[in-house]
C-alpha cells in the first residue's frame, strides 16, 4: 500500500506484459510503492499487450489488477499479492488509437518494455526496414511495430505541448536502451526530422539488465498458485527469490525511486550486463541446448547431471570471468549454481532455446571474440555453439523432436536441411544475420565449433563433455 493508502496514479505504461515483467519489473514497483513515505503518490502501471494476451488483460481487470506471485526454491514458497496494476489496454480490445494516446497522457513518466528481442525491430542494431510490420509503419499505414507505436505516440505528445518522458527497456539485451533508442530514432527521422530531434532532446532511454528466473506457466506453477491462494489465477506466476534490476541513472521525467523496490542505478550498465550475459545467459544457453540433445526437460533436471554441472563452472569461471571485469565473480558463479539448481522452477530447456540466433552474439560470440583477440580456451562456449546447431537439426539423441522457435526459423531450417557433419556446420556459420562473415571465416573460430560438433554427433553430448572435463 503506498503512502497511507493514497490510491495509485498511472504513471507507468508497460508493453509486453507477459509472465517475466509480471514477475519482476510489475514487483518492483509493488514494493517500491509499499516503501514510499506516507503521503507520496504511488505509480500505478498500465499493463499492455500488443497482440495476444487479450483474455488475461481481462482477467486481470476483473480482479482490480491484482494477481499471484509465487517465490519458491528449495526451502519452501512464499505467496505475494501483487497490486501496482491500475489498468490494462489492448488494441484488439481497445483500439488502436488506445495506446498511442496512453503514450501522449499527461501523468505518464515511463514506458517499460519487455517485448523479446524480436520486437525491438532492429537488425545489426539499426532499424531492420525489410520486416512487413516496420516497412508498414516506415510508409504511413498506422502503427504496427513497437517502434512504429512509440514514434506515433510521442509525437502526439509533442503536438500536445507535453514534456518527454523515459524510455525503458527490461528485455535481455547488451545495451538495450542504445539499441531501443537507435530503433525509434531510425522511425522518428524517416518520418519527421524534427520530431527525431525533438525525441533526442527531450526523452531519455536509458539501458537496464534484469534478472529473475521466470518459468514459462505450466500445469504445476498453476496448481501451485490455486493451491497456495485458494483459486485460480490466469495472471499468477511463480518465480525465484532472487531479483535483480540494474538501471542507467539517466531519466528524461520524474524519476521513479525503484531503488526502494529493489533496483540499483548506477552511471554504466555495461559490466553489469556483460557479467550477466556471459555468465548466467551463456551458461543458461549451453545447459539448454546440450541438456535438450541429452533428453533433458528442465534446467534443475541439467544440473543434477554432473558433467553438465561442471561445465556450467567451468564455463562461467574459466571461460567468461577472463572476459570480464570487477565484481565478485566467484561468488556470482555460486550463487547461479544455486539457483540452476532450484527444484522449483521447473525452467524447461524449450523455453531457454527459444530466440537463439538473436541470442549467440551477446552471450557467446562476444566473449569468443575476445578470447581470439588475446589467446584464450573456450572449450564449452564452442561447445554451446555446436549444442545449437545440433538442435537445428530437430531431434534430439533418442530421436524425439525438438522445437524450434526463432525469429530466422525459415533460413536456420534451410540452413539445416542439408547434409550432416562439417557441411552442416559450414551451412550454419554461413547465416550472417548471426555470425559475422569475418568470425565465421576465421578457422581459429570455425575449426574448434567444427570439432565440438563433430565430436556431439559421433560421440554424444555425455562422452564429449567428458572429453572437454577431463
Known amino acids: 500500500m503506498a503512502g497511507l493508502g493514497l490510491p495509485l496514479t498511472p504513471r507507468i505504461l508497460h508493453l509486453g506484459f507477459g509472465g517475466f515483467a509480471r514477475a519482476h519489473t510489475a514487483a518492483v514497483v509493488d514494493r517500491m510503492n509499499a516503501a514510499l513515505p506516507p503521503g507520496a503518490p504511488g505509480w500505478g502501471i498500465v499493463a499492455a499487450r500488443l497482440h495476444s494476451g487479450r483474455a488475461a488483460l481481462d482477467a486481470l481487470d476483473a480482479a482490480g489488477g491484482h494477481y499471484a506471485l509465487v517465490e519458491a526454491d528449495a526451502e519452501g514458497e512464499r505467496l505475494l499479492d501483487i497490486g501496482s496494476v491500475v489498468a490494462t489496454l489492448h488494441p484488439a480490445r481497445d483500439g488502436a488509437e488506445a495506446l498511442p494516446d496512453a503514450i501522449a497522457a ?70 538495450n536502451g542504445r539499441l531501443l533508442a537507435r530503433a525509434v530514432e531510425n522511425m522518428a527521422r524517416a518520418r519527421d526530422p524534427a520530431l527525431a530531434e525533438w525525441i533526442a532532446r527531450s526523452c531519455a532511454f ?124 566467484s561468488g556470482y558463479a555460486a550463487a547461479l549454481i544455486s539457483r540452476f539448481a532450484n527444484p522449483r522452477l521447473g525452467h524447461r530447456c524449450a523455453q531457454i532455446a527459444t530466440d537463439t540466433s538473436q541470442k549467440l552474439p551477446p552471450r557467446l560470440l562476444a566473449p569468443v571474440t575476445w578470447h581470439l583477440d588475446h589467446g584464450g580456451d573456450w572449450p564449452v562456449m564452442a561447445l554451446a555453439i555446436a549444442g545449437w546447431m545440433a538442435w537445428a537439426r530437430g531431434v534430439d539423441e533418442s530421436g524425439r523432436p525438438l522445437p524450434l522457435s526463432d525469429p530466422l526459423a525459415d533460413a536456420i531450417r534451410a540452413a539445416a536441411s542439408g547434409p550432416d557433419g562439417a557441411a552442416h556446420v559450414a551451412a550454419m556459420l554461413s547465416l550472417s544475420a548471426i555470425f559475422p562473415p569475418m568470425l565465421a571465416a576465421d578457422p581459429g573460430f570455425a575449426a574448434p565449433v567444427r570439432a565440438a560438433y563433430l565430436s556431439l554427433r559421433q560421440k554424444g553430448v555425455r562422452a564429449t563433455l567428458a572429453e572437454i572435463l577431463a
Open 106 to 175: 499527461s501523468g505518464l513518466a515511463l514506458v517499460t518494455l519487455t517485448v523479446t528481442e524480436k520486437g525491438y525491430g532492429v537488425a545489426d542494431r539499426v532499424l531492420d526496414r525489410t520486416r512487413p510490420e516496420i516497412a508498414a509503419d516506415l510508409d504511413g499505414a498506422g502503427w504496427q511495430s513497437v517502434p512504429g507505436l512509440l514514434v506515433e505516440g510521442l509525437a502526439r505528445r509533442r503536438a500536445a505541448g507535453r514534456g518527454g518522458i523515459t524510455l525503458l527497456s527490461c528485455d535481455n539485451l547488451s545495451e
Open 206 to 329: 536509458p539501458s537496464s539488465m534484469v534478472d529473475r528466473i521466470t518459468p514459462a506457466p505450466d500445469a504445476a506453477s498453476r496448481a501451485l498458485i490455486a493451491r497456495l491462494k485458494g483459486v485460480e489465477d490466469v495472471n499468477g506466476i511463480v518465480t525465484e527469490p532472487f531479483l535483480q534490476w540494474v538501471i542507467e541513472d539517466c531519466f528524461a521525467a520524474e524519476r521513479p525511486p525503484l531503488d526502494l523496490g529493489g533496483a540499483t542505478f548506477v552511471d554504466d550498465i555495461r559490466p553489469w550486463e556483460a557479467m550477466k550475459l556471459r555468465m548466467l545467459n551463456a551458461s543458461h544457453t549451453m545447459l539448454a541446448h546440450l541438456g535438450g540433445l541429452m533428453g533433458l526437460a528442465t534446467i534443475d533436471a541439467c544440473m543434477a547431471e554432473p558433467l553438465l554441472r561442471r561445465a556450467a563452472c567451468r564455463l562461467m569461471l574459466d571461460e567468461a570471468a577472463p572476459t570480464l571485469a570487477g565484481a565478485d565473480l
